[in-house]
């Protein structure tokens, strides 16, 4: 039984409403007190004028959000020193607490703020990292993400993932009954510092990221068909890749950026091809009467995932990145789709219907093992973060939607909800360059 096309582009289906002054909000819905008990003191000002961006607090959302450590309340704190000769490692044994961040925010000049931390080791009494930053207002929020990486790769051994962002599509209903409007968005990976980047009369999906984060491809329907733009993010050039007769949607990155694979129908069905992005050279990799669609590439390059019909209902299958046989993933239940790779390709991520519900669920490919990690019912669009930790989606509360995000492991979630309006097609950067202003 084929897929309809509205299966395709189901997330286009979906009603919008967005309003581009709404207030972004940050709900823990679960949590775990398990992690590494680490313990952050607000940071010292020293200025006229506070900024608006409260480093400390940053850090410790960031922090709590991961899922990984267990931020101790402040309400509990012996002592808040700021400096490390202030420091009583003693107060900091009573409550338990095994990590311990200090720091402090001055003006420096006239528009430029110094911050510095320091992170200790409570039972050994030892500093383990400590950096001195000098930056403009409007960096102080990436500051605090850098400071949150710092501290999540010493403490757990592997890279953080706050400096990145995320892209997603929102539409915006003007008053008066103007049409809508839609918009492509890029903002820092906790939803603040939201930015437009594309604006269109028709519909916007399936953002997806080049490998060095400074490119969106993406799927717009102007002039009332499918068309696959490149979008530079670093000087606003925008590229069209694809506009064949039929179906051109689900971009996906090659690792190393030279290629893109994506869904086309100019010979009549919906297959899966790759494209040489130097010369615009297509190769089709799929040749089956059934819908193939949404690839997506194995981190090392050599294979690519995909969504197919071929069975009868939408499952997840894996070919070689040159094309060639298929192996099915997914047997449980009978419809997985959208799947993605953890960055170290030892899991997928994708959408399964359980019980009627559409839900975010995770599979080991070595023991092809699968596990859904949430408990809502319209569940869409999962991206890895780049450490593997968490899963970025789409959802739906009360009749709109919301993006989410939960832990690879399902014992942390949270959503990311604007006072009014949805949201859709979230996508996760890559690791964005180090920042060149620490000292």
């Not at 809502?376 to 509360?397: H, K």
């Amino acid at each position: 039984m084929l897929i309809s096309l509205k299966w395709i582009a189901m997330t286009v289906m979906l009603l919008w409403s967005f309003s581009a002054s709404a207030v972004l909000t940050i709900e823990i819905t679960r949590g775990v007190d398990t992690g590494t008990p680490i313990a952050i003191v607000p940071f010292s000002w020293e200025g006229p004028a506070k900024p608006s961006q409260n480093v400390s607090d940053i850090v410790e959302a960031d922090l709590a959000r991961s899922g990984r450590f267990a931020v101790l309340p402040r309400k509990d704190f012996i002592s808040t020193p700021h400096e490390d000769k202030d420091v009583v490692f003693k107060d900091w044994r009573i409550l338990k607490a095994e990590a311990l961040t200090i720091g402090s925010v001055r003006l420096a000049t006239p528009g430029k703020f110094q911050v510095q931390f320091r992170l200790f080791d409570v039972f050994k009494e030892t500093q383990i990292a400590g950096f001195r930053y000098n930056v403009s207002a409007d960096l102080l929020r990436s500051v605090a993400h850098q400071i949150s990486d710092i501290i999540y790769e010493k403490i757990t051994g592997e890279p953080g993932a706050f400096s990145t962002r995320i892209a997603y599509v929102t539409r915006e209903e003007p008053p008066r009954g103007l049409p809508p409007v839609y918009k492509l968005q890029v903002a820092d990976s906790d939803g603040f510092n939201a930015q437009t980047v594309v604006r269109s009369a028709e519909p916007l999906m399936s953002p997806a990221w080049s490998p060095d984060g400074n490119r969106l491809a993406y799927v717009s329907f102007e002039d009332r068909r499918s068309k696959v733009y490149v979008q530079n993010l670093t000087d606003g050039r925008r590229e069209l890749l694809a506009e064949f007769t039929g179906i051109n949607s689900a971009p996906a990155w090659s690792p190393d950026g030279t290629r893109l694979a994506l869904t086309l129908s100019r010979d009549g069905n919906a297959e899966i091809y790759v494209m040489l992005l130097n010369s615009r050279a297509l190769k089709r990799l799929t040749f089956d009467p059934a819908i193939d669609t949404e690839p997506s590439w194995s981190p090392d390059g050599r294979d690519i995932i995909f969504t197919s019909d071929r069975a009868g209902s939408p499952q997840i299958y894996r070919m070689n990145a040159s094309g060639g046989s298929t192996e099915r993933l997914t047997f449980d239940g009978d419809y997985n789709a959208r799947a993605s790779y953890a960055a170290d390709g030892k899991s997928i991520t994708f959408v399964s219907r359980n019980q009627g519900a559409f839900r975010i669920a995770v599979m080991r490919l070595d023991n092809k093992t699968q596990q859904v990690l949430t408990d809502t019912s319209l569940d869409e669009s999962p991206s890895f973060a780049p450490n593997g930790r968490m899963i970025i989606y789409a959802t739906e509360v009360r009749g709109r939607g919301v993006l989410a995000s939960v832990s690879a492991d399902g014992r942390v979630r949270q959503l990311f909800k604007f006072e009014e309006g949805d949201i859709r097609e979230p996508a996760w950067s890559p690791y964005n360059r180090e920042l060149q202003y620490k000292e």
